[in-house]
């Protein structure tokens, strides 16, 4: 099993930890995407990819730059 992860993997946990922070849920996303709370579920449990848009738009939402969710420093230091 690989333990590299797809950007909608990372973006997925980098979105849940940031959403955690600001205490944010995923329906309050779903509802800024436009979309419904199952459709963002599936991608933030990783049974569906994000696309780069939805990405981009969810970190203007959260105030972060998008690259931001796009890296992986448990990766990182896993590799170390």
């Not at 579920?41 to 848009?53: E, G, I, Q």
């Not at 203007?60 to 690259?67: E, I, K, M, S, T």
């Amino acid at each position: 099993m690989s333990s590299r992860q797809t950007l909608s993997q990372i973006a997925a946990g980098a979105l849940r930890a940031e959403m955690a922070r600001q205490q944010k849920t995923s329906a309050e996303l779903a509802d800024h995407l436009g979309r419904s709370t199952g459709y963002v579920s599936a991608r933030m449990n990783c049974r569906h990819d994000f696309t780069l848009t939805e990405i981009e738009r969810a970190a203007a939402w959260l105030g972060v730059p998008y690259l931001a969710l796009l890296t992986s420093p448990h990766h990182e230091s896993e590799a170390a």
